[in-house]
C-alpha cells in the first residue's frame, strides 16, 4: 500500500483503505492491545469503588490524551486540524463518546465479566459494516467461521451466568449491548477517518473532546468535585489511561489503518475471556467451567481468520 502522510498539504489527502492480511508483528500488535483491553472492565469496576462513573471515563481521557499529545509533539505530527478534517474528527469523537459512555455505565450498572463478553460481539457489527462501506473489505466465508467459532465461545462463556442478573444487572447488560453496536460502527467510522486524517489526531481528538466533556458533565450532575477516591481507585483510574486509553487506542487506530477492519476486529474475542479470568481473580465474580470451552472457540477463529 503506497501511503501519503496527512501532514504533508494543508489539506489532507486520501489513503487507500486497506484490506491487506495481517503479518507477524500486526498480529502479535493485536494480541497484545486485546489482552489489555481485556483488563478494563476490571479496572474500571475497581475505579468506580471511588468515583462516579462518567467522570472516571473523564478523568482516564483527559490522562490519555495528556500521553498522546506528548507522544505526538515527539514524533513531529503537527497537532492542529487540516482544512477538511474537521468532520472526520467530529464524527469519530461523537463516536467514541457514545460508546465509551455505555461501556461505563455498562460496567457500573452491571458486571465486569459479564461486560468482557458482551461488549466483544462487536466484531459482528463490523463484518457487517465493512462489508458494504469499506471498499476490499468484503465478508468471506473464512471469515464467517472465523467468527462463527469466536461467537460460539462467547455465546458458551455467557451461557454458564445465564439468569444470574440482580439488581440493575440486566440494565447493564442491555446498555453494554448497545455500546458493542456502537463500537462496531465506530471502528468502520475510524477506518474512514485515518484514511483522510494522521491517526494520531484522530486518536487526540477523540480522546481531548471526550474527556472534557465527560468532566464537565461529572462535575455539573455527579458530584465529581466530592468524591474522595482511595489510593486503589487513583492507580486503576491512571493505569487505564496510560495503557488502555493512550497506548492501545493509539496502536488500534494504526491497525485498522493498515489492514482489514474485520479481519483486527476479530482479535477482540482475545478481551472477553481474559476479562472473565481477571473479574474471577481480581474481583471475586464467578468462574464457570465454560470459560474452557470458550477459549478454545476463540483460539479456533483466530486461527480461521489468519489461514484460511
Known sequence: MTEVAPDSANTPQVVELSAARLGAAAIVLATIVN??????????????????????????????????????????????????????????????????????LGVYWGTASHSSVIVNTYPFFVVALAHFLIPGDRATF?????????????????AGDWGAWRGTNLLGDLIQLA?????????????HAVARVHPGRVVLYQMFTGGAAFVLFSFAFEGLAQARPDA??????VYQGIFIGALCFSVWTWLIRRYSASLVAIFGFISPVVGVILSALVLGEPLTPALLASAGLVAIGIVLANVW
Open 179 to 191: 455500546s458493542a453496536i456502537i463500537l462496531g460502527a465506530q471502528v468502520v467510522v475510524t477506518k
Open 35 to 104: 489482552v489489555l483491553w481485556g483488563t478494563n472492565p476490571v479496572a474500571l469496576k475497581l475505579a468506580l469503588r471511588g468515583l462516579p462513573p462518567i467522570g472516571a471515563a473523564g478523568i482516564r481521557f483527559a490522562i490519555a490524551a495528556i500521553g498522546v499529545a506528548i507522544w505526538l509533539r515527539a514524533t513531529g505530527v503537527d497537532l492542529r486540524p487540516r482544512r477538511g478534517e474537521i468532520p472526520w474528527l467530529f464524527a469519530a469523537g461523537a463516536m467514541f463518546a457514545a460508546q465509551i459512555a455505555t461501556f461505563t
Open 142 to 158: 473464512g471469515k464467517a467461521a472465523a467468527l462463527v467459532a469466536a461467537f460460539s465461545g462467547i455465546a458458551v462463556l455467557f
Open 232 to 237: 486503589l481507585s487513583i492507580g486503576a483510574v
